[in-house]
């Protein structure tokens, strides 16, 4: 049964998704873990976190619809261990929240989970060049699979630190990973971005506001993050004529440059880098006065910028040469330092 062509079907998936999310994302607020806020959080008093547990249960929930009503669907290979190993990275999440987990023996979790998933998904055998496609060897291809899983999981993780930031962000960017999936015709990508799209519109009302009702919390920023990336390595291997490398780094591109760049910031300064901080691009815009929705809006538009040139870009070739990409990142990168420059200026003005 092909997806595309039942969308009544689609709905009802969908919905049941979104109201699974909603519905536990709300008991949440409830019976979640309480963390209190630190030097380097945004807000402040007790906030209730483990929202995330909402979007596993909608996704879960989304999953189990999606077997019952498309009876006999035929996904990409691996589906079904990949959502196995999806689940186990929101447990890996949800036992941090409640244990504080070691930064080196989560992050050596996380690595094992990321290559048992590229060892069942496939790993890139091709890379955009600028005259065309880069033949890669098998080692290559699939060391850049973990490395692309491990470090987008633990991007979306870091950058989850504003009401709204990551749940605005990823909404548009599963938008856009789900209309490639359904011009690339890959199942596997259309099923799992809508049905993630549909448990961050569920969890983002108690999310997206002034004073945030409820954060994610490891479990989701964890499951979000490897989710979006799995995604993305469905796509490439269920759509190997299109070479469509670039879609997953350039929707995210707003996420990445902030983080890398902070983390460039911290190692010319000498800090640990493992040790948690408040020194990112959007967490230096609310220090200074700007509010949390009006940040995470401005990244949400750049990061619809970026959509814009994926799915209409697809089309035209954008994608199959990094020339694309590297423009995007070079203007990215100049409005980082400017943005700093200001906010630097600002509080310097300030201390006189």
């Given at each position: ?24 994302t ?22 209730p ?22 009876q ?8 079904a ?34 290559a ?37 999981t ?37 099923l799992?971005?809508?049905?993630f799209?549909m ?9 997206l ?19 979006f990336?799995?995604?993305?390595l ?25 983080t890398i ?11 640990n ?14 220090q ?17 910028i ?47």
């Open positions: 049964m092909m997806l595309a062509h039942n969308g009544w079907l689609w709905l009802q998936v969908a919905a049941i998704a979104f109201f699974g999310s909603l519905a536990v709300g008991f949440m607020r409830f019976a979640g873990l309480g963390d209190s806020a630190d030097g380097r959080s945004a807000h402040s008093g007790i906030i976190t483990s929202g995330g547990v909402g979007i596993i249960a909608g996704l879960g929930l989304g999953l189990c619809a999606t077997a019952f009503i498309f006999g669907l035929e996904l990409d290979r691996g589906f261990p990949v959502i196995t190993l999806l689940f186990a990275m929101g447990l890996l999440g949800l036992t941090d929240d409640l244990l504080t987990l070691g930064p080196k023996f989560k992050f050596g979790i996380m690595i094992v989970i990321c048992a998933a590229v060892r069942v998904i496939g790993a890139p055998e091709v890379l955009p060049g600028l005259y065309g496609p880069i033949v890669i060897p098998y080692w290559l291809g699939f060391s850049g699979a973990v490395l692309w899983l491990f470090v987008v633990n991007i979306v993780n870091f950058m989850d630190g504003a009401n709204g930031m990551i749940g605005l962000s990823l909404s548009v960017a599963f938008f856009a990973l789900f209309g490639i999936g359904l011009i690339g015709g890959s199942a596997a990508t259309m799992l971005s809508v049905l799209l448990t961050l519109l569920g969890f983002l009302p108690y999310n506001r002034h004073k945030a009702q409820v954060f994610g919390g490891d479990v989701g920023a964890l499951t979000l993050g490897f989710g990336a799995v995604c993305v469905f796509l490439i291997d269920g759509t190997p004529e299109r070479n469509l490398h670039l879609a997953g780094p350039i929707l995210i591109l707003p996420l990445l440059v902030d760049l902070t983390i460039c910031r911290r190692i010319r300064k000498r800090e880098i493992l040790r948690a901080h408040n020194q990112h691009l959007y967490q230096r815009l609310i200074s006065g700007r509010g949390h929705l009006a940040v995470s809006s401005t990244y949400a538009v750049i990061t619809l970026c959509a814009n040139v994926v799915v209409f870009g697809s089309g035209k070739a954008w994608l199959e040469t990094p020339c694309v990409f590297l423009l995007m990142i070079g203007a990215l990168v100049t409005g980082w330092f400017l943005v700093g420059a200001a906010l630097g200026n600002a509080r310097h003005h300030k201390t006189r």
